[in-house]
């Protein structure tokens, strides 16, 4: 049995975000709540609520053997977008004395600054280019991410009092030796916008370009003319950005040629299969030789390729013989590879041959006071990742300021799979498809293609979470009556030979066995008993003192889209939520006649509809038996009633 394991969806993403309770508190419709635990990690929620590359989604329980995965992405992106703005909480000042330069505004280095200035450090951001952003405001379309959304995560980030230098080229108009003698620190964080191309002849033609410089000018405004037939080579990100974009340039025929196959491709399944609703030809297992013509090109030739399984790893590939073949082009557009300009800090690094040496995992180098980050230290990578790499930076640069030791982290414990016997139990819920503009529409401009839940599918599409590591515990005031073992829909507690133990693992917090048990020793981490009593207390005074007598109390639960009006008009209604009503007891459903209400209502689910398997059938019990204990005490029964829509 596990305990105290983090959900695998939270070990997987490079931030170690808390998607499990953001989700949670979007399930309760708590967008503020749910906003602020993103925020904990994440200055760029809503720039990675439209790209992140979702590696949480891959290994979502859910996904794994119930249904489908939760559409996590997306219910950052809404978190991040409906919460109301809140101004990130920082010094008013700079609390240290020392001073940072980030070189590179990309998601990296930015991350880097908007931490260091957290932990109370001046920090100055030195840009090459005349805005902030890096790849996020010169790199991906507005269609996939609008330039409005960067700028106001980057104006949050500003607000801490970080200072930002545009047009400030890194061995133009600054060394690295003039940082070190201004700055106490300095952190790298220059991104990869440097291309690799193929070793084709050829390439010098006219018409050959880069994805890197093509998407820049998109990014500036310009609206250039790729031609009818456009030819995109790679098979990342990138090259799907450049296929859809020309696309949006009117261009008529646009293949994307990558060498693997389709499985083997960088890019998200989701990209690749929207830019062929728009209608981008793919060609796969195939690889550029030569692009030809007369000053402008005119063709490409291309040979067919093969793997070589006895390779390790995914194989060497091969060409095959006698496979060439001609495309005709107006224009390539190469995406086969980028990297970090690294030439400008060369000169520093001399007695390492000419490279940089990286001491650890923290991005220091062996240059006192130099730490570097993001596409730098590792090469291309996800946003997410690079906000990691921005993260640990900035940590590494406070621990050398301040000579701390550095922190072991221990890689954390992962729930186990869902057993087959539970997974087979728990309710089909069918993922919410994002909505996103018509086909026809959308090839026709850049306007933004996804948009986005409303608070109805957000609240039901977190619904689905199975709220994985925040189930049932059990405390040594168990009695060993084995109560939870009989009530379990999930069949998940089992006897111990103290207690009974519960599996958390396998807990899908539906909360019944804590609602059954009659020594209170269960508690959730969802809900925590003594948190669901406080709440209960504190609405009843306030119902108490504002309507005593005549107010009507609402059990409802957080799954629930809509509010159930009350069956007695003229009463004051006051409401408590709770994550699945199946967790409630009797005491909670007296509780209110002794606080003076005049009715109790459960706004339970119908069967069909409940996120928890038996939860309503359960409900129904408990409704009945508190309505036989006010029959035993004098009070009418039918004043605690089922509510529902």
């Known amino acids: ?71 996590i992405r997306v219910l950052k992106r809404f978190a991040a977008d409906r919460a109301e703005s809140v101004v990130p909480c920082g010094p008013e000042k700079p609390y240290y004395e020392e001073r940072i330069a980030v070189v ?62 545009t047009s400030q080229v890194l061995g133009r108009d600054f060394t690295l030796h003039d940082l070190r003698e201004e700055y106490q620190a300095v952190f790298l964080a220059m991104g990869s916008e440097k291309s690799f191309c193929p070793d084709c002849r050829g390439v010098d033609l006219s018409g050959v370009l880069t994805a890197v410089d093509f998407l820049k000018d998109i990014s500036r405004g310009e609206r250039p003319d790729p031609g009818e037939k456009v030819v995109v080579i790679g098979g990342g990100h990138t090259a799907i950005d450049v296929a859809r974009t020309c696309l949006r340039l009117g261009a008529g025929e646009v293949s994307v040629v990558y060498r693997r196959t389709i499985d083997e491709m960088p890019a998200g399944m989701d990209q690749v299969e929207e830019a062929q609703e728009e209608g981008v030809a793919f060609r796969f297992v195939t690889a550029p030789v030569e692009f030809l013509g007369v000053k402008t090109v005119e063709k490409m030739r291309c040979v067919k390729m093969k793997v070589d399984k006895s390779c390790k790893g995914k194989g060497s590939l091969v060409c095959v013989e006698g496979s060439e073949f001609d495309i005709k082009v107006d224009s390539i557009i190469l995406a086969t590879g980028y990297g970090p300009r690294t030439e400008p800090v060369q000169e520093l690094f001399d007695s390492l041959d000419g490279k940089v040496e990286i001491k650890d995992g923290s991005g220091a180098t062996n240059m006192a006071g130099v730490f570097v980050g993001g596409d730098f230290l590792s090469g291309p990578t996800s946003v997410v990742q690079a906000i990691a790499s921005g993260r640990t930076g900035a940590d590494s640069i406070h621990r050398y300021l301040r000579s701390l030791a550095p922190v072991d982290t221990p890689e954390p414990v992962v729930l186990d799979d869902l057993d087959d016997q539970v997974a087979a139990l728990v309710p089909r819920a069918q993922r919410r498809k994002i909505p996103a503009l018509p086909v026809e529409e959308r090839i026709k401009n850049f306007e933004e293609v996804e948009l986005g839940y409303t608070l109805e599918e957000a609240r039901a599409e977190a619904g689905r979470c199975l709220n994985c590591s925040a189930g049932a515990v059990v405390s040594y005031e168990c009695a060993s009556c084995l109560n939870c073992v009989l009530v379990c829909p999930y069949e998940v507690p089992r006897p111990g030979a103290e207690r009974a133990e519960i599996d958390i693992s396998q807990c899908q917090a539906c909360g019944i066995c804590a609602g059954q048990c009659p020594a209170a020793a269960i508690d959730l981490g969802l809900d925590p008993r003594e948190k669901h009593r406080e709440i209960l207390r504190e609405v009843l005074d306030r119902a108490g003192r504002e309507a005593p007598g005549a107010f009507v109390l609402q059990f409802m639960c957080d799954f629930r889209q809509s509010r159930v009006p009350p069956s007695e008009s003229g009463k004051a209604v006051y409401q408590v939520f709770r994550p699945g009503l199946g967790r409630m007891d009797v005491y909670e459903l007296l509780a209110p006649f002794q606080a003076g209400a005049a009715a109790v209502q459960v706004a339970a689910c119908r069967d069909q509809d409940c996120k928890f398997k038996d939860c309503a059938g359960w409900v129904r019990k408990n409704v009945k038996r508190a309505a036989r204990v006010m029959d035993d005490l004098g009070l009418d029964p039918g004043q605690l009633s089922i509510v529902q829509e």
């Not at 929620?45 to 979502?60: A, H, K, Q």
């Not at 280095?109 to 790849?135: K, P, R, S």
């Open 104 to 165: 590179g505004s990309g998601p990296a280095g930015l991350t880097a600054a908007h931490d260091l200035a957290l932990l109370g450090y001046g920090v100055t951001v030195f840009e090459a280019e005349d805005e902030l952003g890096g790849m996020m405001t010169r790199g991906i379309p507005g269609y996939r991410l609008p330039l409005e959304v960067v700028r106001k995560e980057i104006e949050r980030i500003l607000s801490l009092g970080v200072e930002a230098r």
């Open 1 to 71: 049995m596990i305990v105290n394991a983090v959900p695998p969806c939270q070990a997987a993403c490079p931030i170690q975000m808390d998607v499990q309770g953001y989700v949670a508190a979007i399930s309760r419709g708590d967008l503020q709540e749910a906003d602020r635990i993103i925020r904990r990690t994440n200055p760029f929620p809503s720039v990675c609520g439209r790209i992140c590359t979702r590696e949480c989604e891959f290994v979502c329980r859910r996904g794994q053997k119930v249904d489908e995965p939760v559409a």
